[in-house]
């Protein structure tokens, strides 16, 4: 069966500082691969995701970037955080070839920056 | 373009009473529709999904959502309330086209189970 793991569980950083998020997938091979961020309030904002190795889309211009180095490994890192930063991080895979593209979460990041 | 909306973004209802969620969506194709269940400080977890086989679909922890064509929407339902259903719920659609990768997700529903 499938598993997702992200680390770390919990991340607190000041203003200004690097971060790296990892994610990572076994069970599945060549999966679509997301990184959501949820905020106090406001949902699920979908901020990257990859379809393969090396392939990056955006969805929200901000001072986060992300990379795929292997197929089952995602990576979310800032080289300066923001206040603005702060929230509840959720990686997700869903199959590749899929006609359906659901999606899987991992447990998440709590990320506090002060 | 596709959207979700979720009528509601709290719910609260009785223990052993019927729970329904509501959602609504908006797709210009035929849609996968999706429910989420979210607990505090967790991921999300896939309740059910809608790939039109059936109209009525089962998932897990004895939810069950229906599709109506005509009403745009895909409810969430549960007979009988339990206090462990208290969770954030969430509604989602496929996109279509060119980013089908892509689901978007309704706000969000949280429910309170009162004993």
């Known amino acids: 069966s499938q598993t997702i793991h992200q680390w770390p569980a919990t991340l607190v950083q000041p203003v200004g500082s690097p971060l790296s998020l990892e994610c990572t997938v076994e069970g599945t091979s060549n999966p679509n691969l997301y990184w959501y961020r949820q905020a106090a309030g406001r949902g699920l904002q979908l901020l990257f995701y990859?379809?393969?190795?090396?392939?990056i889309s955006s969805e929200v211009p901000q001072n986060l970037s992300a990379s795929r180095p292997q197929d089952r490994q995602f990576i979310l890192s800032s080289k300066k955080l923001l206040l603005s930063d702060s929230g509840f991080y959720l990686c997700a895979w869903g199959p590749g070839g899929s006609s359906y593209n659901e999606q899987f979460f991992g447990p998440g990041t709590r990320l506090t920056v002060l | 373009a596709q959207s979700v909306t979720q009528l509601g973004s709290h719910v609260s209802v009785s223990e052993g009473a019927l729970v329904l969620l509501r959602c609504n969506y908006s797709?210009?194709?035929?849609?996968?529709l999706f429910w989420y269940v979210q607990y505090p400080n967790q991921g999300l977890q896939l309740l059910l999904k809608y790939t039109s086989a059936a109209t009525l679909v089962k998932g897990i922890n004895g939810f069950e959502a229906e599709f109506k064509k005509s009403e745009t929407s895909f409810h969430l339902t549960k007979p009988s309330a339990h206090m462990s259903d208290a969770a954030e719920y969430f509604c989602?659609?496929?996109?279509?086209?060119?980013?089908?990768?892509?689901?978007?997700f309704g706000k969000g529903t949280l429910l309170t189970v009162n004993p």
């Open positions: 990859s379809v393969g190795i090396g392939q």
């Open positions: 797709s210009s194709v035929p849609p996968y």
């Open positions: 989602a659609v496929r996109n279509s086209g060119g980013s089908n990768y892509k689901l978007t």
